[in-house]
Nanobody
Framework: VQLQASGGGLVQAGDSLRLSCAAS????????MGWFRQAPGKEREFVAA????????YYADSVKGRFTLSRDNAKNTVYLQMNSLRPEDTAVYYC????????????????WGQGTQVTVSS
């Protein structure tokens, strides 16, 4: 599976962005998908994840209520809608694919996209 993340950019605090992650291959629907982010000087952290069917989503406490993750298996794409952005959301965002049940563990993801930069100014 090859993943291509897009949609990042420079926005002001309070603005919204929608990240997309497009996957190649016919097995997309067999993978749970996650988003992680890494800010300069910090470790990569879990942001959100969605099960294969899209029936269950999970969020880090820091983004709960502001970010919404969805997927369209017909388009092999996941979407991360980010609202009420804050300067602390500034990071490179990565999408990843896994078949594990432990969706917050980045070491259990098999495939990774190249990352897209999100910068939120105050």
């Amino acid at each position: 599976v090859q993943l291509q993340a897009s949609g990042g950019g420079l926005v002001q605090a309070g603005d919204s962005l929608r990240l997309s992650c497009a996957a190649s291959g016919s097995t997309f629907s067999s993978y749970s998908m996650g988003w992680f982010r890494q800010a300069p000087g910090k470790e990569r952290e879990f942001v959100a994840a969605i099960r294969r069917s899209g029936g269950s989503t999970y969020y880090a406490d820091s983004v709960k209520g502001r970010f919404t993750l969805s997927r369209d298996n017909a388009k092999n794409t996941v979407y991360l809608q980010m609202n009420s952005l804050r300067p602390e959301d500034t990071a490179v965002y990565y999408c990843a694919a896994t078949r594990t049940v432990a969706l917050a563990r980045d070491d259990l993801y098999y495939y990774w996209g190249q990352g897209t930069q999100v910068t939120v100014s105050s």
